[in-house]
């Protein structure tokens, strides 16, 4: 029997306004079942439905339960696997219920309050990826997705606001790729604005080859925005020198006059503030977890500690000092932390998710 139709007839239909819970054969990466709590399949995929904060359930035929929470889940994997290995995931997850869409057509998003998160589907794989906090999530083409937020913070030249995005954590200065994307700025904007006086920075810089010149011809430094001359030509007044001192033009910014428009890389007049972005990432800060050993961890230099926790779909923290004791936190095995910030002195650093 085909894959795609074993799916459909584990299809639940548990209905919330458009809430559905959607039953496949298959497992969360680098989850393990022994942390759930027996419970009967049913009765896991109910109480999973009937949480509102509650996205997905991994079960197994012996009855082992486990389920995630969005407000904790920040990155999970779910892979398909066979009726044979006795593994099943129900997300919960949206649509019209006058549709029956196919399997592989289905468009799956998880959606709690005023936040809606897509699954990215990529073969026999789902990735679930949210923002942190109050980030704004885009999903753009070939299953990217990014988080962008916008900062008050006026500065004068192009690199200071790069400067600035990269000193607040592993964020970069943002590119725009849609029509949703520069909207979602431009509506940020001061409404005390005056003019064309005031913007975002926004991670885009005219080619040197092209300097001074009206060309869409741009680079971009956040590493996952590529040029699209149409979107640029449609939007953009991208004109290579200022109409009132022929002053060579050539770093983006968004402004009240024209939306998206040029200005000087190092303007001396105009203050502007930034639009930072980043995928899910790990924020460092100097601190501390209560009540935690750095003694009961290892020794692991520090990026080498954040690079581990953030691969771990489970690690949610980790507690370092400047000796390299490196000491990781589980959601699945941590019931309370409580972490507070110290000097810069102390030598002593928290990442969280």
Request: hydrophobic share 40%; proline share 2%.
């Amino acid at each position: 029997m085909h894959v795609g139709s074993l799916i459909l007839l584990f299809f639940i239909c548990l209905v919330n306004g458009q809430q559905k819970m959607m039953k496949i054969f298959g497992k969360v990466l680098d989850a393990d079942l022994n942390d759930g709590v027996p419970k009967a399949n049913a009765e896991c995929v109910e109480e999973c439905f009937q949480k509102s904060d509650c996205i997905l359930v991994f079960m197994n035929l012996e009855g082992q339960c486990l389920s995630f929470n969005i407000n904790i889940s920040q990155k999970l994997t779910v892979v398909e696997t066979t009726k044979e290995d006795k593994l099943f995931v129900a997300f919960k997850t949206q649509f019209l219920l006058s549709q029956c869409p196919a399997y592989e057509a289905m468009d799956l998003t998880v959606t709690v309050g005023a936040e809606t998160v897509p699954w990215i589907k990529n073969g026999s794989e789902y990735t679930f990826k949210r923002c942190l906090g109050d980030w704004k999530m885009f999903e753009r083409k070939n299953n990217v997705v990014v988080c962008m937020q916008t900062f008050v913070i006026n500065v004068t030249s192009f690199e200071a606001a790069k400067q600035e995005c990269e000193g607040m954590g592993p964020y970069k200065l943002t590119g725009l790729q849609t029509v949703e994307e520069l909207n979602w700025v431009y509506d940020r904007r001061n409404p005390n604005w005056n003019g064309t006086l005031n913007g975002f920075w926004i991670g885009a810089k005219r080619q040197e080859a092209y300097s001074g010149q009206g060309i869409t011809e741009f680079d971009f430094f956040d590493g996952y925005t590529v040029l699209d001359s149409g979107f640029y030509e449609t939007n953009c007044f991208c004109e290579g020198k200022k109409y009132s001192n022929s002053m060579t033009e050539d770093c983006m910014i968004v402004c009240d006059a024209w939306k998206l428009d040029f200005d000087s890389c190092e303007t001396i007049m105009d203050r502007y503030e930034v639009v930072c972005d980043g995928q899910q990432k790990m924020i460092k800060i100097f601190g501390k977890v209560l009540d935690a050993d750095l003694n009961n961890g290892a020794l692991k230099p520090n990026a080498e500690c954040v690079e581990e926790c953030y691969q771990q779909s489970e690690c949610m923290l980790v507690f370092m000092n400047s000796e390299e004791q490196c000491l990781l936190f589980d959601f699945n095995l941590t019931v309370k932390l409580a972490v507070v910030e110290t000097a810069k002195t102390d030598n002593l650093f928290v990442a969280l998710m």
